[in-house]
C-alpha cells in the first residue's frame, strides 16, 4: 500500500507526504509550509520530491532542514534544472560556524532532472555546503526500492515543473489451486517470473520443472499509483505528457489554482484552472482526484470549496474533452 496525505491547509502552500503503512519512512512532495508536517515525519524523509522551486512550493525547505540536521545519513532530493544551486543558496543563508564534520549530520544527494531521461546527480555536505558532481544518469526511473518507483516528466510552466509518478510494484501470488506442495520453489518461481527467466529449472517434492510451466499458477496483482502534478500551463503538450505519466493512475493530486473564469490570468501565468485539472484527470482515467493547490485570490473556506467542487464537477462530466496534442 502506498498512502499519500496532503500535509498543507487549505491558505497554505501545497505539501504533500507519502507513507508506506509497513515502514517507517517517509517521502515528500513539495516543501510549501505544512503545519501538519511533524518532526518525526521529517526525520524519517529518505527522498524529496520538488516540482520547481517558486516560493509556495520551496519555502519550507528551512524547516525540514532544522530538523534533519543530526540524522546522519543521506537524504536524496530530486527537481527540475537548477535544483541543485536553489538547495546550496538554502544552505549558504545562515552560518555554521558551531557545525564540525562528523558523523552525526545530514547530507543530500541532489538529482538534477536536467531532462526527461536525463540526471544529473550532486552531493553537498557541512560545513563548507560545496556542490559536489558525483554522475549522471539516463533513466527514466529517477527512485526505487523494493516496494516501489518513481517516475517523472517534465512541464512548461515557464519554468520546467517535474510531474511524479509514485507506483508500488505489481506483487505476485499464487492460486488457490496449486497443485503441488509449498516450499522454496515458490519465492524463485516469482523471481523467474520478474526477471523473465522461463527456462529456469526448479526442484520441487514432485519433480523437476521449467519455470514457465509454473507460472501459469501466479498471479499478478497490479501496484498502486499516485500521481503529483503541480503548476503547469494549460496545453495540449503539457496534458499529453501527464496522461502518458499517469495513465490510470489510483490518485491524482494535481493543481487546481485557478477557477475557470479567471482562464486569462491562469494562461498568463502558466497555470491550470480547476476544471482543466478536472478534464485532465478524467483524461488521464485516474480513479480519484484531489486538487490542492488555489491561487491566494481565493481567501475563504467557501471560495476555495468552489474551486475543488469545479475541478470535480469536471472530472465527473461527459462534457467537452481537453485537446491533447
Ligand atoms: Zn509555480
Ligand atoms: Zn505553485
Redesign the pocket.
Known amino acids: 500500500m502506498l498512502q499519500a496525505t496532503v500535509k498543507s491547509g487549505f491558505k497554505e ?2 505539501c504533500v507526504l507519502i507513507t508506506l503503512p509497513t515502514q517507517r519512512w517517509t517521502y515528500l512532495c513539495d516543501c ?1 509550509y505544512a503545519s501538519a508536517l511533524s518532526i518525526r515525519e521529517i526525520k524519517n524523509l529518505q527522498a524529496i520530491f520538488i ?2 522551486t ?1 516560493i ?2 520551496f519555502c519550507n525547505f528551512d524547516t525540514i532542514l532544522r530538523h534533519q540536521l543530526p540524522i546522519g545519513r543521506k537524504v536524496l532530493i530530486f527537481g527540475p534544472k537548477g535544483i541543485a544551486r536553489n538547495v546550496q543558496a538554502k544552505f549558504l543563508a545562515y552560518n555554521w560556524e558551531n557545525l564540525t564534520v562528523d558523523d552525526k549530520q545530514v547530507f543530500y544527494e541532489i538529482h538534477e532532472l536536467q531532462r526527461e531521461g536525463y540526471v544529473k546527480i550532486y552531493e553537498i555536505r557541512s560545513p563548507a555546503w560545496e556542490l559536489v558532481e558525483v554522475g549522471e544518469e539516463e533513466t527514466d526511473v529517477i527512485y526505487q526500492t523494493d516496494m516501489f518507483k518513481v517516475r517523472f516528466c517534465l512541464l512548461k510552466h515557464g519554468i520546467d515543473c517535474a510531474a511524479y509518478s509514485f507506483e508500488l510494484h505489481p506483487t505476485l501470488n499464487l492460486k488457490a489451486d496449486l497443485p503441488y506442495k509449498r516450499g522454496q520453489w515458490i519465492r524463485e518461481v516469482k523471481n523467474a517470473y520478474r526477471l523473465n527467466q522461463p527456462n529456469q529449472i526448479l526442484q520441487l517434492e514432485e519433480g523437476t520443472f521449467k519455470a514457465s510451466e509454473l507460472f501459469p499458477y501466479l498471479e499478478e496483482n497490479r501496484g498502486i499509483k499516485i500521481g503529483y502534478v ?2 503547469h500551463a494549460p496545453t495540449p503538450e503539457n496534458h499529453a505528457k501527464v496522461i502518458q505519466l499517469l495513465k490510470g493512475c489510483d490518485e491524482l493530486y494535481i ?1 487546481a ?1 485557478y477557477k475557470h473564469e479567471d482562464l486569462e490570468m491562469a494562461i498568463h501565468n502558466q ?1 491550470s484552472t480547476a476544471k482543466f485539472s478536472g478534464e485532465l484527470a478524467r483524461k488521464v482515467g485516474a480513479r480519484r482526484v484531489f486538487p490542492i ?1 488555489f491561487s491566494r485570490r481565493y481567501q475563504t473556506e467557501e471560495m476555495i470549496e468552489e474551486v475543488v467542487q469545479e475541478c470535480l464537477d469536471a472530472f465527473e462530466s461527459e462534457g467537452e474533452e481537453l485537446i491533447v496534442g
Open positions: 502552500d501545497v510549501g516540482s520547481h517558486h509556495d512550493h503541480m503548476d493543481e489554482y497555470h493547490h
